[in-house]
């Protein structure tokens, strides 16, 4: 009489784990959405991120594609993403989006800076000067200036834009 199994009766049986259907398609998709995003990206943020040829290759595809012909680069490019490791990919995306996300805060906080100075005039260039003692007093002076007139009379903000790329200029070059 043959066992089924061929395995002594002591030693352990290898688990088996089952995954359902409906879970396949769901990380089908989800690599799907990393394809995506990597289309979307531009061309020197994609270099960033370690991709073999083939798959390069299917994305700057899938960047000239358009409609349904685009929908189906994209279901390739989920379906080569299955055959390779995305976690370094999902990595070097995550480090991107949270380069986007500083510069934002950067910017909120030179957006600040700018509405202090034109509010405070005076103590808040001597506090910018401490910062970076090679900004320009005079400069920053005469845009404050122009700001409070533009402001007073309804003007168009220009002075406003300028003293932000000022402060731009000085504070994102660190």
Not at 41 to 56: G, R, S, T, Y
Not at 57 to 83: C, H, N, S, V
């Amino acid at each position: 009489m043959s066992r089924k199994n061929k395995k002594a009766p002591w030693e352990e049986e290898e688990e088996i784990i089952w995954v359902s259907k409906s879970e396949m398609k769901r990380d089908m998709e989800e690599l799907q959405k990393i394809g995506e995003e990597l289309v979307e990206l531009k061309p020197n943020a994609l270099a960033k991120i370690p991709l073999d040829e083939d798959m390069l290759d299917a994305i700057r595809d899938a960047q000239r594609f358009k409609t349904e012909a685009r929908r189906r680069q994209l279901q390739y490019i989920g379906k080569l993403m299955r055959q390779i490791d995305v976690e370094p990919i999902q990595a070097a995306l995550d480090k991107l989006r949270n380069k986007h996300s500083q510069a934002t805060v950067q910017l909120h906080k030179l957006e600040q800076k700018r509405d202090k100075l034109i509010e405070n005039g005076d103590s808040m260039i001597n506090a910018i000067l401490v910062d970076h003692p090679d900004a320009d007093r005079q400069r920053l002076r005469q845009l404050v200036r122009q700001a409070n007139k533009e402001k007073a009379q309804n003007k168009p903000a220009k002075a406003y834009r300028e003293i932000f790329q000022y402060l731009k200029e000085l504070y994102m070059e660190d």
